[in-house]
């Protein structure tokens, strides 16, 4: 089975400071993604990257920097955490086909105090 | 942009019980649209998917119906057991895109034993 593997599984940080969420797959997949999922609504595509040391912005990437330094690890990164940010945070991986199904890790929740 | 909408938002049944969840969205130009589902402490999982030239998709006891005309689908689960219970996510993707998904905010079944 695919693996993705994201850390932390949570974490609390204040306001203002940088926070960084890892992620890393085992897959040997080309592209990988962060989701937001916010409480009653769906998951929002926030950056992704189809290769390494390339990323690309999603539906809502204000507030947000990603990372891809290799293929198997992607990082999300908000320099100045705002209180708006607090949400489950999920990074999934796929192959490059369209329709290649999302293989999602088990999310991250932040709260921004 | 694409938006999806699922509806209801939440539902409890006993088990055995047949449901039905019913999912729309708005671009004509999406193609396809895979399910995934989250069981209670997991990861988000794919379940089933349609494409835009289907009717009709049947997984053991999912069953997936799609209507172009009407930008609407149904996923029906029959003789639902006690590990059924998860969100259930629709999304859609539009043609073009390299994988990029729009999801719903989920729907959230309970089955009681």
């Known amino acids: 089975e695919a693996a993705v593997t994201q850390s932390p599984r949570s974490k609390v940080a204040v306001t203002g400071g940088k926070v960084t969420l890892s992620c890393h797959q085992t897959?040997?997949?080309?592209?990988m993604y962060w989701y937001r999922q916010d409480t009653g609504h769906g998951l929002r595509l926030i950056h992704y990257?189809?290769?390494?040391?390339?990323?690309e912005k999603g539906d809502i990437p204000d507030g947000y920097k990603a990372s891809r330094p290799s293929q198997e690890n992607f990082s999300l990164i908000l320099e100045l955490a705002s209180l708006s940010q607090t949400a489950v945070y999920f990074c999934?991986?796929?192959?490059?086909?369209?329709?290649?199904?999302?293989?999602f890790g088990a999310g991250t929740r932040l709260s921004v105090l | 942009g694409e938006q999806v909408e699922q509806l209801p938002s939440s539902l409890i049944v006993q088990e055995g019980a047949s449901v039905l969840i019913n999912c729309s969205y708005t671009d004509s130009a999406s193609v396809y649209f895979p399910w995934y589902k989250q069981e209670p402490g997991k990861r988000l999982q794919f379940i089933i998917d349609?494409?835009?030239?289907?009717e009709r998709k049947q997984n053991q006891r999912l069953t997936l119906l799609f209507d172009k005309k009407t930008k609407h689908l149904s996923l029906h689960i029959t003789a639902t057991q006690p590990g059924d219970s998860a969100i259930y996510f629709c999304?859609?993707?539009?043609?073009?895109?390299?994988?990029?998904?729009?999801f719903g905010a989920g729907t959230r079944l309970a089955v009681c034993p």
């Open positions: 349609i494409r835009s030239n289907m």
């Open positions: 999934a991986s796929s192959g490059r086909d369209r329709g290649d199904t999302l293989y």
């Open positions: 897959n040997n997949h080309d592209y």
């Open positions: 999304s859609a993707r539009l043609s073009g895109s390299f994988n990029k998904l729009t």
């Open positions: 990257s189809y290769v390494a040391d390339s990323t």
